[in-house]
């Protein structure tokens, strides 16, 4: 039997560790926080998953297999942590807002998925809690989700437990991908037969390669309590998109307990993944600015909290799961939108390890440019 070691056990280390385990690899988890680590950057009560993606089709596409992989992984760990709440995106103004929205409605259309177009009279009529003055559309999907983030990942960790995974604390110093070792910053060294490094956004810090490909970016959300009249509305809402050239926000109904939560689309690319996570008052403004004149009665909506996590953002969006040895394979990049595929990430490096062929094919394949190579070497 193999032995399998993994840097970070948030969602992308644990679905390597998960996939490693599943084929037979003894697998060690080397993390330098609690499990949930509070500061990763997978580690919050939500995580979306939706098909779409704008002109992004390689990552629309993958949406499907990403779903087949959750239910196996939902299946391992004996429960279902995800709440079925549709999409709803919004446009209006100029590009390159407009364009995604139009993107995102041909090749989901192109993909012969469920939707419907809505004017700004039927959002309003659909959606009281919306305000849809300067939108000119939107659409609304019936499939996609919230993954409930924090729980998936503490019912990952206790089912690899279960499985007999060792987990290690610990704070990666130095990476050797060609040996597949780690040193630790008590000086220990820690190596075995195969390497996945998935570090968040640490990793550049450790792969001095990475660094000039991936930058940490400090993302601010913040929860809110709807007014009592809109509470009912909100508790049947889609996750929302606004790409109107006054929002460019998301929000994440309240589901399974959680709180409503909006946040921005956009990357800050600044900060360092050890900073503090206090939110400043300027920070959580900002937020609101982009999200309240989106909603009727936004005034009466109450703060109940604000975080800020550390996201590791590569050009593009694009993923960059790749070799760096080969006994090593680097996770990385993965923006806000890496957690929707992560077992299906997982599940491709366990495979890939052991496969000269898909490991060739692997890196196109998970930046979304090209499944046709990645397809044939299955």
């Not at 550049?204 to 959300?221: D, E, I, N």
């Amino acid at each position: 039997m193999e032995r399998a070691l993994v840097l970070g056990a948030g969602i992308m280390g644990l679905s390597a560790a998960w996939a490693l385990d599943a084929a037979g690899h003894r697998v060690t988890v080397v993390e330098q926080d609690a499990i949930p680590n509070p500061r990763g950057a997978s580690v919050d009560d939500h995580r979306l998953i939706r098909h779409a993606y704008g002109a992004a089709t390689g990552y629309m596409r993958m949406v499907d297999e990403a779903y087949a992989a959750w239910d196996a992984l939902f299946e391992a760990i004996g429960e279902r942590p995800y709440a079925e709440t549709g999409v709803l995106a919004l446009a209006g103004g100029t590009a390159p807002n407009t364009d995604w929205f139009a993107a995102s409605r041909r090749a989901l259309r192109g993909h012969a998925l469920v939707l419907e177009d809505l004017s700004p009279q039927a959002l309003e009529a659909r959606f009281p809690w919306l305000r849809a003055q300067g939108l000119t559309e939107g659409f609304h999907m019936p499939r996609g989700g919230v993954l409930l983030a924090r729980r998936i990942v503490a019912g990952l960790a206790r089912h690899l437990r279960c499985r007999g995974a060792t987990f290690l604390r610990g704070r990666a110093t130095a990476v050797d991908p060609a040996r597949a070792r780690l040193r630790l910053s008590d000086g220990t060294m820690t190596e075995a037969d195969r390497l996945v490094v998935a570090a968040g956004p640490w990793a550049p810090r450790l792969l001095p390669g990475l660094a000039a490909r991936v930058t940490p970016s400090r993302q601010v959300v913040v929860y809110l309590e709807p007014p009592p009249e809109q509470r009912e509305a909100w508790s049947r809402a889609p996750m929302v998109l606004d790409l109107s050239a006054s929002g460019g926000f998301y929000a994440v109904p309240a589901v399974a307990g959680t709180g409503l939560k909006i946040g921005d689309h956009r990357f800050s690319c600044r900060g360092d993944a050890d900073d503090p996570r206090d939110v400043t008052a300027e920070e959580r403004d900002a937020i609101l600015a982009l999200a309240l004149p989106r909603l009727r009665d936004g005034a009466a909506y109450r703060v109940t909290g604000a975080r800020a996590c550390y996201y590791d953002v590569a050009e593009a969006e694009r993923f960059v799961v790749e070799p760096l040895s080969d006994r090593c394979v680097v996770m990385s990049g993965f923006s806000g939108h890496g957690f929707k595929f992560a077992p299906a990430l997982g599940r491709a490096v366990a495979a890939a390890l052991d496969d000269p062929a898909r490991m060739a094919a692997l890196p196109a394949w998970a930046a979304g440019e090209s499944a046709r190579a990645w397809d044939a070497a299955a």
